[in-house]
Structures are given as C-alpha cells and as structure tokens.
C-alpha cells in the first residue's frame, strides 16, 4: 500500500527561502490571476461534516466570502446524520448543496457509482480559475488516488489525510514506571499495568460503539500483517489474523477501558482521556487541539503522541482522508469550485496543520520550513504525523458496502465487549456480510 506522504524532517526543514518567504502569504494574494470576484452575489449551500477540519473551516469562512463576494451557508453535522443525509439528497437527484465534504475512506465508491460529483478537471487548468500553486503534483499520491474516479477523472479535491496514532498520559505511565509500548504484547500489557478501577484510572479507550469501533479493529488488523480484503476482492475476515486482532480488541476494551466503553464514539473517548484516567487512547492525529487546551483538558503537557506499536507481523498506521467535491448537480459549480480550492489553499493548509486539526495532502505545505516553525502542537505531535506517514495503511477496505460493512462488523465487536466470542462473532458477521458485498459487485 503506497504511503500517503513520506515526508522526512528534513523536508520540514529545508524549505527553501523563496518558498519560506511565500509561506504564509496565503491564497489571496498569490492568485491575482484569478478572478476571484467573479461570482461575487453568489449563494453556495456546503455540507460538512462536524469535526476538528470543518472548525477551521467555519472559523476563516468571512475570510473567503469577503475575497469573493460569495456567501456561504455552511451546514457542519455529526459524521453519521452527515452521510445518512448527502445519501438520501444525492440520490433524489436534487441535492440541497452545491459543496459536500466527503470521506474518501467511506463515500468515494458509492460517490463514483452514483456519478454525484462534477468533473472538475477543467476546472484546475483554468488559469482564470484556479491558482498557478494548486496543481495535481503538489498532491500526495493516495489523494490524488482518492480524488480521482476509475476513469481518473478528477472529481474532488484532497483536503486532509488522518492516521492512527496513539496519545498517552506520559504522568500515568511514568507512576508506573512503564515505557511507551513497542508492541502490541506491550501494548496490552501496559494497559493492564495503567487500570486500576479502584481510582477510576483506566489503561486504554478506543471507540466501541458500534459501526464507529470497526476501524479500531482493522486497524489493528494491520499489525498482524492483514487487511479486512484480500488483494483478490475476497474477505479475510474469519482469518486466525482477524480473529486475533479482535481478541486483542477485546482484551483491551474488556480488561483495560472504562465503563460504558460500548457506547464510546471519538468524542466520549476524547472527553475521557481529558480527564487524565486514561492512560492510551488509539484514534486520528486530527483529534489532538483540545489536548493542549488548558480550557479543555486537564493533561495539557503531560500527554506523549506515539506512532502505533508493531503488531506480531507488521507495523501500520491506520491511514483516512476526506476531500471537497462540487456536486454534479449544483448550478453554481465554478464559485462551488472557487470555495474547494480555497479550503485546500496554501494559507488554509497551513492553519490545518498549525491547530493541530489535521495534516493536509498538499506536499508544499508540509514541506515548507515557515509552516513547520508554526506548528503549535508539540514536536512529538509533529513526529507521530511524519513517522505515520511512512507506514501508512488503508484501514478500511474501498467498497461500497463500507457503511454496512462497518455496521454488521461493528455489531459483533459491540459484543466481543459484552464477553461473546470473537471467532464466532466474526463468523456470523462474515456470513452476514458476503452476500452484501457480492451484490454491490455484481
């Protein structure tokens, strides 16, 4: 599976000073070839979804409408009413919104099939339309990957690539006097070490409701050198690697996880790890600001951002991304177009990864020396992104059926939290499964 990005810290650092000196300049003033008033009166509807990436969006939105003369009404709901509802108006034919914020993890595939985004190739060779900077090489590889159909096409733009990695209490550990793990073995056994339920003080916490606890399992999967999809388009979801990731899942969310961990989304999981009682928390490198958040947070210093440990057969960092796309639909697809690029634009890039909110695709943003030196999340921060990206993996397979996929799958790991067993549950979902996929290949 090809890295995402593969940045080095040199490439952080050796940003040449032309570069440097254009960093921060930002999208308004290095396009003045674009006519950016151009559908100044306009009304764009955008769909995003809730999330540390949609904040900064929402946050500099009078930023875009002021160089444009566009006004915006931007929506930003919770992940599952967000694709529940662009499913449901992208299907009836007439959408509500010229923009949709999509994840290429979940939706690409099903985007494809129904032909909801516009071809917006011509778009980026329009020099009165787009910026000289944004071109498909300052794209890591898998975005364009993402971004493109089979056909390759361009139908969106890529916005931000998310790994798994894990944050820890470096004070829980250090109590313990407990290394940050180095394997999965150590992983588990940390986690035990940290629970002590007698102080309310847990070792680990993942997401466990279900459908959103899928990724944690096959993200885990990876390390046993597996994937939920063979090369060959055949599930490898009753495998003796499937089933011991899953029993890995369920030793750390049975033995070591709060209570009430079976209904924990990111959120819940995030807000129990602010509290400072829990010692491991496996999720995306996007969910860090609030961390360093005196506001927020009561481990503000004390937290340490880890690449994920080596699993028996493989070290693999979870790897997701989402992108922007103007819909095929839309009336307004130029000034839809002008509101992706801007999002994805060297300043918006720049504020993305500097708040800690996301890592972008754009490879002269995580490149660039200016940008780096404004980074207010810690350096080790920085580092589990860079050491991430050298052993990026797709967590979930690239199918239609992912919704589904992630429900049935998520049901049997809400049990395996409940004491069932994980063979049997895999099995049965498995069995549920394959007639699902088959029909969306057919």
């Given at each position: 599976?090809?890295?995402?990005f593969?940045?080095?810290?040199?490439?952080?650092?050796?940003?040449?000073?032309?570069?440097?000196?254009?960093?921060?300049?930002?999208?308004?003033?290095?396009?003045?070839?674009?006519?950016?008033?151009?559908?100044?009166?306009?009304?764009?509807?955008?769909?995003?979804?809730?999330?540390?990436?949609?904040?900064?969006?929402?946050?500099?939105?009078?930023?875009?409408?002021?160089?444009?003369?566009?006004?915006?009404?931007?929506?930003?709901?919770?992940?599952?009413?967000?694709?529940?509802?662009?499913?449901?108006?992208?299907?009836?034919?007439?959408?509500?919104?010229?923009?949709?914020?999509?994840?290429?993890?979940?939706?690409?595939?099903?985007?494809?099939?129904?032909?909801?985004?516009?071809?917006?190739?011509?778009?980026?060779?329009?020099?009165?339309?787009?910026?000289?900077?944004?071109?498909?090489?300052d794209?890591?590889?898998?975005?364009?990957?993402?971004?493109?159909?089979?056909?390759?096409?361009?139908?969106?733009?890529?916005?931000?690539?998310?790994?798994?990695?894990?944050?820890?209490?470096?004070?829980?550990?250090?109590?313990?006097?407990?290394?940050?793990?180095?394997?999965?073995?150590?992983?588990?056994?940390?986690?035990?070490?940290?629970?002590?339920?007698?102080?309310?003080?847990?070792?680990?916490?993942?997401?466990?409701?279900?459908?959103?606890?899928?990724?944690?399992?096959?993200?885990?999967?990876?390390?046993?050198?597996?994937?939920?999809?063979?090369?060959?388009g055949?599930?490898?979801?009753?495998?003796?690697?499937?089933?011991?990731?899953?029993?890995?899942?369920?030793r750390?969310?049975?033995?070591?996880?709060?209570?009430?961990?079976?209904?924990?989304?990111?959120?819940?999981?995030?807000?129990?790890f602010?509290?400072?009682?829990?010692?491991?928390?496996?999720?995306?490198?996007?969910?860090?600001?609030?961390?360093?958040?005196?506001?927020?947070s009561?481990?503000?210093?004390?937290?340490?951002?880890?690449?994920?440990?080596?699993?028996?057969?493989?070290?693999?960092?979870?790897?997701?991304?989402?992108?922007?796309?103007?819909?095929?639909?839309?009336?307004?697809?130029?000034?839809?177009?002008?509101?992706?690029?801007?999002?994805?634009?060297?300043?918006?890039?720049?504020?993305?990864?500097?708040?800690?909110?996301?890592?972008?695709?754009?490879?002269?943003?995580?490149?660039?020396?200016?940008?780096?030196?404004?980074?207010?999340?810690?350096?080790?921060?920085l580092?589990?992104?860079?050491g991430?990206?050298?052993?990026?993996?797709?967590?979930?397979?690239?199918?239609?059926?992912?919704?589904?996929?992630?429900?049935?799958?998520?049901?049997?790991?809400?049990?395996?939290?409940?004491?069932?067993?994980?063979?049997?549950?895999?099995?049965?979902a498995?069995?549920?499964?394959?007639?699902?996929?088959?029909?969306?290949?057919?």
């Open positions: 599976m090809p890295s995402f593969n940045p080095t810290r040199r490439g952080f650092l050796a940003g040449t000073a032309a570069l440097g000196a254009s960093s921060m300049l930002g999208m308004r003033q290095a396009s003045a070839a674009v006519d950016w008033k151009r559908f100044t009166g306009t009304t764009l509807e955008v769909n995003l979804v809730k999330s540390p990436r949609s904040e900064i969006l929402l946050k500099y939105l009078p930023e875009f409408e002021a160089l444009t003369g566009i006004k915006v009404n931007a929506e930003a709901t919770p992940e599952q009413q967000q694709r529940q509802k662009t499913t449901i108006e992208l299907s009836s034919g007439k959408p509500s919104f010229d923009v949709v914020h999509m994840s290429y993890h979940v939706q690409k595939r099903q985007f494809e099939k129904g032909g909801w985004l516009a071809d917006i190739s011509s778009f980026l060779k329009d020099t009165s339309l787009t910026d000289p900077s944004l071109t498909e090489g794209f890591a590889e898998a975005g364009l990957a993402f971004a493109k159909d089979a056909n390759g096409v361009l139908r969106s733009l890529p916005f931000s690539v998310d790994y798994w990695i894990i944050y820890w209490n470096k004070a829980l550990f250090e109590k313990k006097g407990l290394a940050y793990p180095t394997s999965f073995e150590e992983l588990a056994s940390a986690a035990e070490a940290l629970t002590d339920a007698s102080t309310n003080t847990y070792g680990f916490v993942a997401r466990g409701l279900k459908n959103a606890n899928t990724p944690v399992w096959t993200t885990l999967l990876l390390g046993y050198g597996s994937s939920p999809l063979g090369p060959d055949k599930l490898r979801t009753t495998s003796q690697e499937a089933v011991d990731a899953a029993k890995l899942y369920q750390l969310m049975t033995k070591t996880a709060p209570p009430g961990v079976s209904g924990f989304n990111w959120a819940e999981a995030q807000s129990a602010l509290q400072g009682k829990i010692g491991m928390w496996l999720d995306g490198v996007g969910f860090a600001p609030p961390i360093e958040n005196p506001e927020k009561r481990v503000v210093g004390q937290v340490g951002y880890g690449i994920i440990p080596k699993g028996p057969k493989a070290q693999a960092a979870g790897t997701f991304g989402d992108g922007l796309g103007v819909v095929a639909a839309s009336q307004r697809k130029e000034a839809a177009y002008l509101f992706c690029q801007w999002a994805i634009s060297h300043e918006m890039g720049a504020r993305l990864l500097q708040a800690g909110a996301g890592v972008p695709f754009r490879q002269s943003i995580l490149e660039d020396a200016k940008v780096r030196e404004g980074v207010k999340m810690p350096a080790a921060w580092d589990a992104v860079v991430s990206g050298k052993i990026s993996q797709l967590a979930l397979p690239v199918i239609i059926p992912v919704t589904e996929f992630r429900d049935i799958y998520g049901v049997g790991l809400t049990n395996m939290i409940g004491g069932a067993d994980p063979a049997t549950e895999l099995k049965s498995t069995a549920q499964f394959e007639p699902v996929l088959a029909k969306s290949e057919g």
